[in-house]
């Protein structure tokens, strides 16, 4: 089992940017998939995006392509998500999840997770 804990958050300023972490201990994060996913007041949660154990492969949602960017230190055990040229829409609580699974984009088998990180971006 591993534990997650995600920080980074925060507000601010359409166009500005954030970094979140998101910290594992227990096992190692390197034996699995991570993902960034987000939940938005009255909407269903969405997957943002997502790393590969060896972080060769990442996944991207198209309305965060070209302004995301996620990345993992294995020796670390931890994975970021660089958020860049962020927009009001992006304001959700964002959540860090550990798959066990084979596709990055599969989300039902993300079945650890954080407890989420609040991001506001404000116009």
């Known amino acids: 089992q591993v534990q997650l804990v995600e920080s980074g958050g925060g507000l601010v300023e359409a166009g500005g940017s954030l970094r979140l972490s998101c910290a594992a201990s227990?096992?190692?994060?390197?034996?699995?998939?991570v993902g960034w996913f987000r939940q938005a007041p009255g909407k269903e949660r969405e997957l943002v995006a997502g790393?590969?154990?060896?972080?060769?492969?990442?996944y991207y949602a198209d309305f965060v392509k070209g302004r995301f960017s996620i990345s993992r230190d294995n020796a670390k055990n931890t994975v970021y998500l660089q958020m860049n040229s962020l927009k009001p829409e992006d304001t959700a609580v964002y959540y860090c999840?550990?798959?066990?699974?084979?596709?990055?984009?599969?989300?039902?088998?993300?079945?650890?997770w954080g407890q989420g990180t609040p991001v506001t971006v404000s116009s």
């Open positions: 999840a550990a798959s066990s699974g084979v596709a990055v984009t599969t989300t039902s088998r993300y079945v650890y």
């Open positions: 790393i590969s154990r060896s972080g060769g492969v990442t």
């Open positions: 227990g096992r190692t994060l390197s034996m699995y998939i």
